[in-house]
């Protein structure tokens, strides 16, 4: 048999070696005879073979002789077939493990296998696991895991056909075991070309997290000895890279169905991935409705599902999400973040995904987050557009039912209200005979009353009533003018008129204590009321063409001036698509009313036309404002107004503003003073509940 072995590798020395060095080398490798359980005999064999080597480097003829022969070309020894083992054992221990075991597993194959029993036999089994084991060791020094394992794998089968060595055949299978997560490594990190080593690591890996019972390894028992909890996190920290987004979801959630929440949150920031880098909004709709059946527990899941509602344009209710967050640091910074609260909320949203939700995909490029090209992305604004449209058909879908009797008849008992209005004006009564002595009644028991007390209830729900009776007529008006309904319900409807009339005669009492001016303004429908100050008299008449005329300026004239009007109540703009000028007052609308309310002047009352997460926010900062002592001057005035965008539901406009704010101390002590000329601000309206909202806006663009 020739080995592939020359004479200065059997004995350990390099060709240049002298002859002391050669007769020093050689007696180090008698004394170091291989102790793992080979034979008297391969070894006396192999002791022969060392001392052959030895005299024959020695003898400088010899030597002369044999180096002839390398230099012409020759390589390898032969050995005689009683000194085959031995040869293989010296190749096995100068470095070549690999090529001893291809030897020696080919000379137990059939035709050749050695006689059962015989010494050859148990020799060539021994060296087969020795250099199996060795052969995998030197592959895993250059990271070739899965070379490595195929060589344990066939030292086991090897051994498992022999019968013999089943110690060794366990220490070469716990090798294997513990050779997995590398194997893994090796499969997965190749070239995405190579489908079939990518599939086979992807199949390893998934079989591998379930054995161990999930990724939080519940399973303890068959890797107990090798991977515990934190080392297995730092190498699937360590793979994760290598996947793609599609194989994280897919793996997440088979693995999530199998118990493992670790898994489910892992399955929630993959679909946020795929929804956000490929623009696939509905996939957040799935994030979501994982991340809620998690029951992680130390997991405040409110911030992140508010970046959720963010990315589908819901502000009022990611807004709330921060808002019930159980991080009190993170309210702390949301309520001393130096600009708006969109603003932070962006910002947070923004981080989160550039270091929590993007990273770790094969087939994502990290990069710094864009959120104006997700909302400016014609696909994601179609998206939003047509969720919103849902979300309102189905909200009037639950509610037309509750609601249908009260509306259908509201349209009648709406109109003799107004005439009745009228008529209180004039000082004139005129009731129905059967119900004018259910008043008359009524007035008897009036005076068991604390008469204060029912000029407080009395007014407020008379205002109540007529609120209602506005909005039920102007938002279902067209709807139910259809007269077969009304004549299908008339019980429902006299039942509903009488209801009607006896909560506003509740309010005559209110009537005939002199309150009947600030009644009747209350009372008349999509009419601005303006809170004038008691010692001066305002004519609406006079001002309110003013403000439609220049809203700007004259709403600035008029605040400047001592007793002026403090606040406004506007009519809703129920425009399906209104004008630069209608967006531009109700812009104006709400920059007065929070200057004055910033001021300490008057209260926010624009509920009609501003969502109530923009009047919080402001009612939070006047809050800060008076736990500081001071209070703001601002003075705004729009110098630009364009349309950026437009849909039934969104509305965005861009706005130049003079910007002055003084922040005075409640003492009269001047504090500080910021002026912007211009301050560029982008106004978001919101339609819902058929009138549009400014629901926020950001600053400093």
Not at 210 to 225: A, D, F, Q, T, V
Not at 313 to 327: E, L, P, V
Not at 364 to 381: A, G, H, P, R
């Amino acid at each position: 048999m020739e080995l592939p072995l020359d004479h200065f590798r059997l004995i350990g020395v390099s060709p240049s070696a002298t002859s002391e060095e050669i007769l020093r080398a050689f007696q180090l490798r008698l004394d170091k005879t291989p102790d793992e359980g080979f034979t008297y005999e391969v070894l006396t064999q192999r002791s022969e073979l060392l001392r052959l080597t030895a005299d024959l480097l020695t003898d400088p003829e010899s030597r002369r002789e044999y180096e002839n022969l390398l230099l012409n070309g020759a390589s390898g020894l032969d050995f005689s077939s009683n000194r085959e083992v031995a040869g293989l054992i010296l190749l096995w221990e100068s470095g070549s493990p690999k090529e001893a075991f291809k030897i020696t597993r080919k000379a137990l194959q059939p035709p050749q296998t050695p006689a059962l029993g015989s010494s050859r036999e148990a020799d060539l089994t021994l060296l087969a696991a020795l250099s199996a084991r060795d052969s995998a060791i030197q592959e895993q020094q250059i990271r070739s895991y899965s070379n490595a394992a195929d060589f344990l794998h066939e030292g086991i089968q090897l051994l498992q056909r022999m019968g013999k060595l089943v110690e060794k055949r366990k220490e070469l299978e716990e090798d294997l075991v513990s050779l997995l997560p590398y194997r893994i490594l090796d499969l997965l990190s190749r070239d995405l070309n190579d489908q079939e080593s990518h599939k086979k690591g992807l199949s390893m890996l998934e079989n591998l997290i379930i054995k161990r019972g999930g990724l939080e390894g519940n399973n303890k028992s068959e890797y107990r000895n090798y991977l515990n909890q934190q080392e297995f996190e730092a190498f699937f920290q360590q793979i994760k890279p290598y996947l793609t987004l599609e194989e994280q979801i897919d793996l997440f959630l088979e693995l999530q169905k199998r118990g493992s929440l670790e898994a489910g949150f892992l399955a929630f920031l993959s679909l946020t991935a795929i929804g956000f880098s490929r623009r696939k909004p509905e996939k957040l709709f799935e994030a979501r409705r994982i991340l809620k059946k998690l029951n992680l527990s130390g997991l405040d899941s409110m911030p992140i599902i508010g970046c959720l509602d963010l990315l589908l344009a819901d502000i009022d209710q990611a807004s709330a999400r921060f808002s019930s967050s159980s991080d009190e640091n993170l309210r702390d910074w949301l309520n001393n973040y130096p600009g708006n609260k969109l603003e932070a909320i962006c910002n947070f949203c923004k981080n989160w995904l550039e270091n929590d939700v993007l990273v770790g995909y094969r087939d994502i490029d990290s990069k710094e987050v864009d959120l104006d090209s997700w909302f400016e992305d014609e696909e994601i604004q179609e998206f939003i557009e047509k969720l919103e449209k849902k979300s309102n058909k189905t909200t009037m879908k639950s509610n037309l039912q509750s609601q249908l009797i009260n509306k259908v008849s509201s349209i009648k008992i709406t109109e003799d209200i107004d005439n009745a209005l009228a008529n209180v004006d004039a000082g004139r009564l005129p009731w129905p005979g059967g119900i004018k002595q259910e008043f008359e009644n009524l007035d008897i028991q009036e005076n068991k009353f604390n008469e204060e007390t029912f000029k407080n209830k009395s007014i407020e729900v008379y205002k109540f009533l007529i609120e209602k009776i506005a909005e039920i007529k102007f938002s279902f008006g067209e709807f139910l003018e259809d007269q077969r309904i009304i004549d299908r319900s008339p019980f429902l409807l006299y039942l509903y008129a009488f209801l009607v009339l006896f909560a506003f005669g509740i309010g005559i009492g209110f009537f005939r204590n002199n309150f009947k001016n600030s009644i009747q303004d209350e009372a008349v429908p999509n009419k601005p009321l303006m809170a004038v100050d008691k010692n001066q008299k305002v004519s609406k008449k006079a001002i309110i063409p003013e403000i439609k005329k220049n809203p700007s300026n004259e709403l600035k004239s008029i605040t400047s001036k001592p007793n002026a009007i403090r606040s406004f109540k506007v009519p809703e703009l129920s425009k399906a698509s209104p004008s630069l000028q209608e967006i531009s007052n109700l812009i104006n609308l709400w920059l007065l009313n929070k200057s004055n309310y910033l001021a300490g002047k008057s209260e926010i009352n624009l509920s009609k036309i501003v969502s109530n997460g923009l009047i919080d926010r402001t009612i939070e900062e006047r809050k800060n404002d008076i736990k500081k002592a001071i209070y703001k001057e601002i003075d705004s005035q729009i110098q630009k107004i364009d349309l950026k965008s437009q849909t039934s539901s969104r509305i965005v406009v861009l706005v130049e503003l003079d910007y002055l704010e003084r922040i005075i101390k409640n003492s009269g002590e001047f504090v500080s003073e910021t002026s912007l000329t211009p301050l560029k601000v982008k106004y978001i309206l919101g339609f819902s509940n058929n009138s549009w909202k400014l629901v926020d806006f950001v600053s400093g663009l």
